[in-house]
Every structure is written in C-alpha cells, then in structure tokens.
C-alpha cells in the first residue's frame, strides 16, 4: 500500500493545487472583476442622480430668475403706465381748467373769441407741458416705485436658493 501512497499522493496534490488555482482564479479573475464593476455601476449610478439633481436645481432656479425678472419688468412697466396715466389726468385736468376759462370769456359781451384764446390758451388734453413741481412729484413718485421694485427683485434673488 505504500508502493502506491506516492502516486496518490502526487495525485492528491496536484489535484489540490488545481482546485486552489481554480479558486483563486475564479477569485481574482470572475468574483473581483464582477466586484468592481458592480461598484462602478454603483458609483455611476449615484453620479448621474447626483448631476440629474444638479441640473434640475438649476432648471429651478433658472425659473425662479426667469419669473423674478418678469416680475421686475411688470412692475417696471406698471409704474411706466402709471407716470403717463396721471401726467395725462393731470394734462387733462389743467385743459378742463383752460377750457372752463375761455368759456368764461367767451360767454363775456365784451370779449372776443381771439382776444379769450389768446388771454386764455387751452393746452392739449394730453403730452402736455405740466409746471415743473407737478412734473417734479410724477417722477419722483415714479422713481420711487421703481426703486420698490428693485428692491422686490434684489429680495427675490436673495431667496433663491
């Protein structure tokens, strides 16, 4: 029995160290690898949800930009609307006073139709000349809105995260 104790024996262990390197080749060759690219997949996977949510923080406030600039611009031009509307009421207020005046001339026996026009001119209804002090307090009241709405867009982009 002992004659054939070698050869088994030789056997044995070359049959061991092929199972050892199998294992380890599978190891270092199939389950290692796969790991890795298990742990890439993963690792990419996390990146681009990262950038996703990146890119959708900024579509967010890129929008939240858009609409406080458009907010600006509406109030911008509601002030805009605002200064032509009492420049016009005042326009038209000052030519109901011109008109009410020459009226008054022209109903005088005495008085002639030029001779009123010319005491009494009447200014257009409206894109009048207005006197400095009203002029004065529509821009500056304009001005004042539009320094408000500067402040509501500094205020909206400051929110932003």
Aim: glycine share 4%; hydrophobic share 40%; net charge positive.
């Amino acid at each position: 029995m002992l004659k054939h104790a070698d050869p088994i024996l030789k056997l044995c262990l070359a049959l061991g160290t092929l199972l050892a390197g199998a294992g380890v080749g599978y190891y270092f060759g199939i389950y290692l690898p796969a790991q890795d690219i298990r742990r890439q997949t993963l690792a990419m996977a996390e990146k681009q949800s990262r950038a996703a949510e990146q890119a959708k923080a900024l579509a967010i406030r890129a929008q939240r930009e858009r609409e406080a600039q458009a907010a600006y611009e509406q109030c911008v031009t509601s002030s805009e609307m605002a200064y032509r509307q009492r420049w016009n009421q005042a326009c038209e207020a000052m030519h109901d006073a011109d008109r009410a005046a020459f009226d008054d001339c022209a109903d005088d026996f005495f008085s002639t139709r030029g001779g009123c026009l010319a005491r009494h001119p009447i200014r257009p209804a409206q894109d009048c000349a207005l006197p400095s002090r009203t002029a004065q307090s529509l821009s500056d009241a304009r001005d004042q809105r539009k320094g408000q709405c500067a402040a509501q867009l500094q205020t909206a982009q400051r929110a932003q995260p």
